[in-house]
């Protein structure tokens, strides 16, 4: 059985300080950003296209989405500064009742960030039990599992989405207190979901909570339905929905940080566990909450996805599939089976990473790059987001210099994987 250790590597998602210093020192990190224009930012006085960026929606940059700010900030003030536990501005119930109904969740605690949710909810949860993690989920999940070890609860891990692993682990440990299974939805690097429904199953089998991060597929992964614009499917209500699963024994954790560009994280649970929440969470009682307009942003939003959210989504799920296909027809194999805007690209020699985000740059692209051991060594590389607001002649321009990596820059030798 693998048991829980804090310094296992690779899969825990902790880039380590020397390859991170060398993209530092390159310049590749750590970025200032003088200005945006749509979805081109300037570094200093050069201008690069933005495949960096998770507004997947290109929220940040809707006209209504920032008008509605305004109003809500003259009736409430900059920033509600109470914690929650002492006062919350009537946004918030508005809010929380908006997500459950969106999620079609019992009830929605609302939180100001993810990771501050992880921190919390995890250790309440597992309290002395168990905790079993999968071996890609997020940093900021598994630093919850380390503070929900140091108080008292004992962590095993299983292999990526491996449904059978996790079954076994289930199967093979006993012991006192609560069970809890912590993965990502949409796995940030890989941009593909787990396979829920047998997760979910094993989970029921064995009496284990399902506590589930989609930070990233809130907003795009949503209810399948004849009628959806994309296979991202309808509405954007996150993966629970997606796989047409109920909240039955699952707990959703999601944020409005990325598809709905403002500040605000939710957890999608019974109202039980809300209230257990509301009395043992630090989020809740003692950090200070979201600024007002981000409350109004989350709200804005909700609007135009009821609006127009399935109509932005076709629309980025072609812009994504544009790259996808690109990629294949180069050979580059990438781990995003399922079509989400986030796309992870391989280097061929992991060690050319400071040099490849340096000719990207230059050719005036702005993506994220991907050191081990925060992805393993075969995946080093980059990482690309396409958002609804990135442009065609941007895509094009992309897949030209993916081209160039891949045929023209070497000597024909291609610098991106192959095979
Ligand atoms: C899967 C996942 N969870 C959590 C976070 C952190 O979210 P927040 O900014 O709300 O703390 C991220 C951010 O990259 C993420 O990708």
Redesign the pocket.
């Known amino acids: 059985m693998t048991t829980f250790d804090v310094r296992s590597g690779a899969d825990a998602a902790r880039p380590e300080p020397d390859s991170v210093s060398a993209l530092f020192d390159a310049g590749l990190w750590d970025q200032v950003i003088d200005e945006v224009d749509g979805r081109r930012i300037r570094i200093g006085d050069r201008w690069l296209v933005d495949f960096a960026s998770?507004n997947y929606l290109g929220f940040d940059l809707e006209p209504e989405i920032q008008q509605a700010i305004i109003g809500q900030v003259r009736r409430w003030g900059t920033h509600p500064s109470w914690s929650r536990m002492l006062g919350s501005p009537r946004l918030y119930p508005v809010v929380e009742q908006r997500l459950a109904e969106l999620l079609g969740a019992p009830d929605v605690l609302a939180l100001?960030?993810?990771?501050?949710?992880?921190l919390s909810v995890i250790p309440a949860l597992a309290a002395d039990g168990t905790i079993f993690l999968d071996g890609r989920a997020?940093?900021?999940?598994y630093d919850g599992c380390v503070y929900a070890r140091a108080r008292g609860a004992t962590v095993h891990r299983f292999r990526t989405g491996d449904a059978e692993h996790l079954g076994d682990l289930l199967r093979a440990t006993s012991g006192r207190g609560p069970r809890l299974v912590c993965m990502?939805?949409?796995?940030?690097m890989t941009g593909n979901p787990p396979d829920l429904p047998a997760i979910v199953e094993v989970c029921r089998a064995y009496g284990a909570l399902l506590y589930l991060?989609?930070?990233?597929g809130f907003g795009i992964l949503g209810e399948r339905r004849p009628d959806e614009s994309a296979p991202y499917g309808a509405r954007g209500n996150a993966v629970v929905r997606h796989h047409g699963e109920t909240y039955d024994g699952i707990v959703l954790?999601g944020?409005?940080?990325?598809a709905y560009s403002s500040?605000l994280?939710f957890v999608a649970c019974d109202t039980a566990l809300k209230r257990r929440l509301k009395l043992d969470a630090p989020p809740y009682l003692y950090s200070g909450p979201v600024p007002t307009a981000a409350l109004a942003t989350v709200l804005a939003g909700l609007d135009v996805n009821a609006a127009r959210g399935d109509a932005i989504r076709a629309d980025l799920y072609r812009k994504t599939a544009r790259v996808l296909d690109h990629l294949r027809h180069l050979g580059v194999p990438t781990a995003n089976t399922s079509g989400f805007p986030l796309i992870e690209v391989p280097l061929a020699d992991p060690d050319r990473l400071v040099e490849v985000g340096t000719l990207l740059l230059d050719r005036g692209l702005y993506v994220t790059l991907a050191p081990y051991p925060g992805v393993p060594r075969n995946e080093v590389g980059f990482r690309v987001q396409v958002t609804a607001a990135n442009t065609d002649a941007q895509l094009d321009t992309l897949l030209d210099t993916l081209s160039w990596l891949a045929t023209g820059y070497d000597r024909g030798r291609s610098v991106l994987r192959l095979g």
């Open positions: 998770c100001p960030t993810i990771s501050q949710t992880h997020h940093r900021t999940i990502d939805g949409v796995n940030s991060d989609d930070g990233h954790v944020g409005c940080s990325k500040l994280a």
